[in-house]
Structures are given as C-alpha cells and as structure tokens.
C-alpha cells in the first residue's frame, strides 16, 4: 500500500478512502464529462497556482520519456493537448499523435497546438482500440492520468506493446487510490452531514489502475516496470479555489459525473454548501487547506 510518510494522513486514508470506485461507461465519458475541456483547465490551472511542492509535470515526463528529438511520439487520452504541448517542444523532428475518444477535448487540442504550430495528428478514438497503426509504429507511448477510464485496461496495454518499437516506452501516469484523501474527507462528511444516498460513497475510477496495482497489471505485457514516485501538494490559504477545484475540476469527486434524477440542482447546493463550511473551518483554525497527492509514473519497456 502506497505510504504518504506521514502517520495521520496514512491513518485517515485507511478510514476514508472506499474500497469500492466509480465506474463510467464511454458514452458518459465522451458526450458529457468530456464533451468540453472545462474540467482540465480547472486541475491544470489549480495545479499550476497552488501547488507548493513537488516536481513540474512537464519536467516529470520528460525525465520519463527520455526524449532525443526525433521519436514518433503517441499521448493516449491526449485531452486538451496540454502535455502535447509541452513534450512537443522536445520532438522538433519527430512524429506526435494524440488520441482520445471526445471530440471536445479534441477540439480544444487542436487550437491550442495550431496555436503554437506543432504539427501533431489529433485521432478520435477509444485507447482500446488502436487498429490504425500498424505493429512497431511509435518509440513511446504516454498516458496521463486516463487509463482508469479505458473499457478493456487489458487489451489497451497489450496494444500498446504491438505498436511499440524495440527500445520503446511506454510512461503511464496514475495516482493512488489514498491521493487527495483531505478532500474525499471533507467530502464524505459533507454527503453524510446532507443525508446523501449510500452509493455516492465511492472513490474515483483511479482505483482501475493506480499506483497500488499498476505494476502487476503492466508487467502482463513488459519485461521492466519501474515506478518513479512524483508526490505533490497543493495549499489553499481561501476557499474559492478549493471549491472550484472540487465541484469543477472533480465534478464533486464524481457524485456529479453520471446523471442522476435523484441529485437535482438543491442537491449540489448544499453540498456544495456543507463543503464550503467544512473547508472554511479547516482554513480558519489551521491556516490553510492542504491537499496531498500521491501520484507516479510505470515506465515500461
């Protein structure tokens, strides 16, 4: 089980995080939660204002994929094109595709890099299905915080290996299932404090490949899988920002990612109410809110 180091948070973690998780169907995925890249600016933004520790994404990656500049590059669930854009700088004469099944982010993805003139190919597609490249297309292979949502984790990685070269990589980005657990404990006592249904009590689909159980699921495929640990910390001294971080970025830790009759408009304003009392008064009487990710890489070869 993955550690913070720390005594409380590990104890907090083994009571708040569920060892059940969402799960969500493509359809969802593509036409509603994705069908626009508002959640991704939110986390991208937030990350870049409030994190107080820890190493650069981009830095992370490129550490990672160990990049000479002329590798045929392929970002599964490339989303807005954000990592694109800054692994692309690397790879002046190579070969970048992105892939991702919503046509929304994918929109996105393309203005952001016809923006800055990276000639990339944006495809639309599931990353379990990658018929469209022939065995031994590309030297790497990312996936960045996105492999918990493919239907058939299985076959996605077995793909993957075909399409690799000799020598290839392939850097799958993931979190722990104990990532962020100040929030799902805030969260899990705002749903309690409303009398919220029982099924709400789920942790995030990042419990279908993540730190704890990427390694074994990887190594199906791969010879060498090595973890390299990337924790960060993010730290709000206002509430705002948190609760955008939140409702937004997190679509209220997934209770507002399905449709549910059941969770009307009244229903997210106050939860969304409890949550912001409940963060107010950590703010008030600690000095801030913390929030602690435990994240990584598998870099396989």
Same mark, same amino acid.
């Given at each position: 089980?993955?550690?913070?180091g720390?005594?409380?948070?590990?104890?907090?973690?083994?009571k708040?995080?569920?060892?059940?998780?969402?799960?969500?169907?493509?359809?969802?995925?593509?036409?509603?939660?994705?069908?626009?890249?508002?959640? $991704?600016?939110?986390?991208?933004?937030?990350?870049?204002?409030?994190?107080?520790?820890?190493t650069?994404?981009?830095?992370?990656?490129?550490?990672?994929?160990?990049?000479?500049?002329?590798?045929?590059?392929l970002?599964?669930?490339?989303?807005?094109?954000?990592?694109l854009?800054?692994?692309?700088?690397?790879?002046?004469?190579?070969?970048?595709?992105?892939?991702?099944?919503?046509?929304?982010?994918?929109?996105? !993805?393309?203005?952001?890099?016809?923006?800055?003139? $990276?000639?990339?190919?944006?495809?639309?597609?599931?990353?379990?299905?990658?018929?469209?490249?022939?065995?031994?297309?590309?030297?790497r292979?990312?996936?960045?915080?996105?492999?918990?949502?493919?239907?058939?984790?299985?076959?996605?990685?077995?793909?993957?290996?075909?399409?690799?070269?000799?020598?290839?990589?392939?850097v799958?980005?993931?979190?722990s299932?104990?990532?962020?657990v100040?929030?799902?404990?805030?969260?899990?006592?705002?749903?309690?404090?409303?009398g919220?249904?029982?099924?709400?009590?789920?942790?995030?689909?990042?419990?279908?490949?993540?730190?704890?159980?990427?390694?074994?699921?990887?190594?199906?495929?791969?010879?060498?899988?090595?973890?390299?640990?990337?924790?960060d910390?993010?730290?709000?001294?206002?509430?705002?920002?948190?609760?955008?971080?939140? !409702?937004?970025?997190?679509?209220?830790?997934?209770?507002?990612?399905?449709?549910?009759?059941?969770?009307?408009?009244?229903?997210f304003?106050?939860?969304?109410?409890?949550?912001?009392?409940? !963060?107010?008064?950590?703010?008030?009487?600690?000095?801030?809110?913390?929030?602690?990710?435990?994240?990584?890489?598998?870099?396989?070869?």
């Amino acid at each position: 089980m993955t550690s913070f180091g720390d005594p409380h948070l590990d104890k907090l973690a083994e009571k708040v995080i569920p060892t059940t998780h969402f799960e969500f169907d493509p359809a969802l995925l593509r036409d509603s939660i994705f069908n626009t890249d508002r959640m $991704l600016v939110v986390k991208q933004r937030i990350f870049e204002q409030y994190r107080v520790s820890g190493t650069p994404l981009a830095e992370h990656l490129l550490s990672c994929l160990q990049l000479t500049g002329d590798e045929a590059l392929l970002d599964l669930g490339c989303g807005n094109g954000v990592q694109l854009e800054m692994v692309g700088r690397h790879l002046l004469s190579g070969r970048i595709v992105g892939l991702d099944i919503a046509r929304g982010v994918l929109a996105a !993805a393309h203005a952001r890099l016809s923006r800055i003139g $990276l000639d990339c190919e944006l495809i639309e597609s599931s990353a379990d299905n990658l018929t469209m490249f022939a065995t031994d297309s590309f030297d790497r292979v990312m996936a960045n915080y996105m492999l918990h949502y493919v239907p058939d984790l299985g076959h996605c990685i077995a793909e993957v290996r075909r399409i690799l070269r000799r020598g290839g990589r392939f850097v799958v980005t993931t979190n722990s299932t104990r990532s962020m657990v100040e929030m799902y404990d805030l969260h899990f006592e705002a749903l309690r404090r409303i009398g919220a249904p029982e099924y709400l009590f789920k942790a995030s689909p990042k419990g279908r490949i993540s730190l704890e159980n990427g390694e074994d699921m990887l190594s199906a495929q791969f010879d060498r899988v090595e973890l390299r640990r990337r924790p960060d910390i993010l730290e709000f001294r206002t509430v705002d920002p948190f609760l955008e971080f939140y !409702a937004i970025g997190h679509n209220y830790c997934s209770a507002a990612s399905r449709p549910d009759p059941m969770l009307d408009e009244a229903f997210f304003a106050r939860l969304h109410g409890e949550i912001r009392y409940l !963060a107010e008064r950590t703010i008030r009487t600690e000095g801030r809110l913390t929030i602690t990710k435990l994240t990584g890489s598998f870099v396989c070869e």
